[in-house]
C-alpha cells in the first residue's frame, strides 16, 4: 500500500480505510471518464483539485451523464472526492529546463505603437513583410520587410485566422476575446477593395479552412468556435440568395483549431475537457468524424500543424499544449510540444516530448539551413516565478540530444501567436509572434512595461550562423 493511501487528510476528518480507498476509485473511474479521457490524481496539485475542478466536477455530475440516468448522490460524492484528495500531491514537479545558449536571430520591432498590445493573429509574407491583426483596435495590417505599416485594414475585433481559396483571402473574426456563447463572431472576405462582411453570427470562430466540397464553383468554409461552453466545427456553405447556411459538422464543444490533412480529410482539435483530435472525411453522406487521438482534460490543448517530421512521405502531427487559463496558472511537467508520427492505417505514435511550460504554439521548420528539422515554440504560461522566464524558444538536434536555445528579446512580450518564414527572401527562415499583454503570475511589472513599450509583434530575423 502506498504513502497517499494510508495519509491522513485534516481536511477530510478521517483516515479511509483500503475500503473505501477502493470504493472512492472505482466511483472515480467510473465517474471521471464519462465525458473526456480519465484523468490521474497526481496530474494536478490538491489545493487545485480542492478548490476548482472539485467544484466543478460536483456542478456536472448533480445531473445524468452518459453512463447513468441520474446524477452521483452525496455519498458517492463524498467518497470521490476524498480518493481524489488523498492521491493528489502537494506540488507538481517543475521540469528541468536546461538552456544551452541565445539562438542566433536578431530582435527587430517596428515603430507602430499599440498599446495595450492585443494581437491576435501574425502571418509572415515571404519576401514581402507581414501581417498582423489586433483585437481592441480591430484592424489588420500590412507591414514591408522594414517592418512600416503600408495598409491598415478595419476589420471587427480580432482576426484569428486568413484562408485563401482561387486567389482570394478569407478570415474569422474573434469578435469577443473575452470567452462568451455570444455569437459576435465573423466571416469576412479581404481583397483589393478591402474587407467585406460575408457572414455574422459566429461563436468565437478561432480558424478557418476555404475549400470546396460541392460540384459549385463557389468555396464552403469549414470554421472551428470557441465559446465559453458552446462551439462546434461547422461549415458554412452560399447559398442562391448570398446568404450562408451553417451545417455543424461535429457537435462536440472546444474546437480549437482545423487543418485539411488531404482533399477528403480534416483533421480537428478539440479541447475544453473532451480533449482529442477528430479525422472527418468527407463521403458520399457529408463529413464524418472518427476519433484518433485523446488526451487528459488538464492538457491544455491549443494548437497542431502537419509535418513530415521523418522523411517518409506521411504527413505526422506537431502537437502543443499548455493553456492554463481555467485557474490560477500550475507549472505542468506534461506541457509542451509533441511530434506523433503517422501509421500507414491512418493512426498515430507518440515519438518525442519536449516540455514547454505554458506552450501556445510552435513551429517545425529548417532554422540553421542543414536539411534538418528544428522546433520554435512560444509560451502564453511560461514560468514567471523564474527571472528569466522561458517564453520563447528553439530546439535544435545536436550530437542526438535536443538542445534548448533562448530566443533573443522574449520577455519583450507576451507571446500569443507564431508565424515562420522567409520574411525577407535571404533564403532563411525568420519567426515572428505576437504579443498580448494579460497579467503574469506573479507580475514583476512585466504588464506595465508591455503596455508601455506597445509593442504588437518581435521579428526574430535569422542570423544563419552561431549556434554553437
Not at 368 to 394: C, H, K, M, T, W
Request: with cysteine.
Amino acid at each position: 500500500m502506498g504513502l497517499f493511501t494510508v495519509l491522513l487528510l485534516g481536511s477530510l476528518g478521517r483516515c479511509a480505510g483500503s475500503g473505501e480507498d477502493a470504493d472512492g476509485q472505482r466511483l472515480f473511474r467510473a465517474a471521471c471518464a464519462s465525458c473526456h479521457q480519465l484523468p490521474e490524481p497526481t496530474d494536478l496539485p490538491r489545493a487545485t483539485w480542492d478548490t476548482i475542478i472539485l467544484p466543478r466536477m460536483r456542478a456536472f455530475m448533480a445531473d445524468a451523464t452518459p453512463l447513468r440516468t441520474t446524477g452521483y448522490t452525496d455519498a458517492e460524492w463524498v467518497s470521490i472526492r476524498r480518493y481524489l484528495l488523498q492521491h493528489a500531491p502537494d506540488t507538481l514537479t517543475a521540469p528541468q529546463l536546461a538552456v544551452a545558449g541565445t539562438a542566433p536571430f536578431r530582435a527587430r520591432f517596428t515603430e507602430t505603437f499599440m498599446s495595450p498590445p492585443s494581437t491576435s493573429y501574425v502571418e509572415i509574407l515571404p519576401g514581402r513583410g507581414l501581417l498582423a491583426a489586433d483585437i481592441n483596435k480591430e484592424r489588420l495590417w500590412v507591414y514591408d520587410t522594414a517592418l512600416v505599416a503600408r495598409q491598415e485594414l478595419a476589420t471587427g475585433p480580432g482576426i484569428t485566422d486568413i484562408s485563401t481559396y482561387a486567389g482570394v483571402s478569407y478570415a474569422t473574426v474573434l469578435g469577443s476575446f473575452t470567452p462568451t456563447d455570444d455569437l459576435v463572431g465573423t466571416l469576412v472576405r479581404i481583397d483589393a477593395e478591402g474587407v467585406s462582411l460575408l457572414h455574422q453570427g459566429l461563436r468565437r470562430p478561432t480558424t478557418l479552412l476555404a475549400m470546396n466540397t460541392d460540384a459549385d464553383p463557389e468555396p464552403e468554409f469549414v470554421v472551428t468556435e470557441y465559446g465559453r461552453w458552446g462551439g462546434a466545427l461547422k461549415l458554412y456553405d452560399r447559398q442562391v440568395d448570398g446568404s450562408y447556411r451553417a451545417e455543424v459538422l461535429g457537435a462536440q464543444t472546444g474546437a480549437v483549431s482545423v487543418l485539411q490533412e488531404s482533399d477528403s480529410t480534416l483533421l480537428v482539435l478539440y479541447a475544453q475537457g473532451n480533449e482529442s483530435l477528430v479525422r472527418y472525411t468527407l463521403g458520399a453522406g457529408g463529413f464524418r468524424g472518427r476519433q484518433v487521438l485523446r488526451f487528459p482534460p488538464s492538457y491544455g490543448s491549443v494548437a497542431i500543424h502537419l509535418v513530415d517530421w521523418n522523411g517518409d512521405g506521411r504527413r505526422d502531427l506537431l502537437y502543443v499544449n499548455g493553456d492554463n487559463a481555467d485557474y490560477h496558472p500550475v507549472v505542468k511537467p506534461y506541457h509542451g510540444l509533441r511530434i506523433f508520427l503517422a501509421g500507414a492505417a491512418g493512426g498515430y505514435t507518440e515519438e518525442l516530448f519536449l516540455p514547454v511550460p505554458g506552450a501556445y504554439d510552435a513551429v517545425a521548420t529548417d532554422l540553421d539551413g542543414d536539411g534538418n528539422l528544428e522546433l520554435a515554440a512560444i509560451s502564453f504560461f511560461p514560468d514567471y516565478r523564474q527571472p528569466e522566464p522561458l517564453a520563447a524558444v528553439v530546439f535544435r538536434k545536436s550530437e542526438g540530444k535536443w538542445q534548448r536555445y533562448r530566443l533573443p528579446a522574449s520577455d519583450k512580450g507576451r507571446w500569443v501567436c507564431l508565424s515562420a518564414g522567409d520574411l525577407d527572401g535571404d533564403g532563411d527562415t525568420d519567426l515572428v509572434a505576437g504579443s498580448l499583454s494579460m497579467q503574469p503570475v506573479p507580475d514583476r511589472g512585466q504588464l506595465a512595461g508591455w503596455v508601455a513599450n506597445g509593442l504588437p509583434f518581435i521579428l526574430w530575423e535569422n542570423r544563419g550562423m552561431g549556434w554553437e
